[in-house]
């Protein structure tokens, strides 16, 4: 079976293990939290290392713990700063792009080598956008921005790590997550952000993790470049005229 790296394991991150660690997968995880790390790493018999993504020494020292080969890598890291564009810092943007976008990169970077030693035909890496990007949103201008990076980066390292490393982003809309939990713990706001979407729900968790799972097996081995939307169609469909 093979052996992915995790970084990020609150809400997606989490659910993503256990479906890995479900399909049999060998996991090493990575996240800031302390305790809960340590709790989901001893739940699913896997090795960890807390490292926040900010910290580029000590996230490259979580990813080298994890050894080599590794087979794939998933940034399930990322942050929600809604605000106007006239209340946007400079230090809210380098946040957000820091996170993101830089964070990622400096994943990938580290784990290069144990993903090039990889036995499979192809390692994956995967990252997360958001449908922010593709529309335009009112208040999203940082978040949009630093997601922008993270899908032209996608783009990018495909282009780049081809033929050994597959690079693909996921892109969701509105998911009920930790990380979410400000916008949709109000019913009503939940209810009518629900209903932008064509399938007039907030995306779960569980819509998530299975293509994010599907991406980084070699199962999906002829796809890379890709920035694939789970948005209940709200990034590509109008059901209103």
């Known amino acids: 079976m093979a052996r992915f790296v995790i970084i990020g394991t609150s809400g997606l991150g989490g659910t993503l293990a256990r479906t890995l660690a479900g399909q049999g997968h060998s996991l090493h995880l990575i996240s800031r939290g302390a305790d809960a790390l340590s709790e ?13 993504v900010t910290d580029a020494l000590a996230l490259d020292a979580a990813i080298l713990a994890a050894g080599a080969p590794l087979d794939g890598l998933a940034y399930c890291v990322g942050s929600i700063n809604l605000k106007p564009a006239h209340r946007v810092s400079d230090s809210d943007a380098l946040s957000d792009f820091e996170i ?40 999203h201008a940082s978040i949009a921005m630093a997601k922008g990076a993270v899908e032209g980066l996608t783009r990018a390292l495909a282009a780049e790590l081809a033929p050994k490393i597959r690079v693909n982003a996921i892109a969701p809309s509105l998911t009920r997550t930790p990380l979410a939990a400000s916008m949709t713990s109000n019913e009503a706001t939940a209810k009518a952000i629900a209903a932008l979407h064509p399938l ?42």
């Open 100 to 139: 993101n976008a830089l964070g990622a990169l400096r994943a990938v970077r580290s784990a290069l080598p144990a993903l090039r030693a990889s036995a499979q035909t192809t390692a994956s890496v995967l990252l997360f956008s958001t449908v922010a990007v593709a529309q335009g949103f009112a208040n």
């Open 40 to 52: 989901l790493g001893r739940e699913l018999g896997a090795s960890f290392a807390a490292a926040d």
């Open 200 to 241: 007039q729900r907030l995306g779960e968790i569980s819509d998530i993790a299975p293509l994010a799972a599907l991406l980084l097996s070699p199962a999906s081995d002829w796809i890379t470049g890709q920035v694939i939307g789970v948005d209940g169609g709200r990034s590509s469909l109008r059901t209103r005229g």
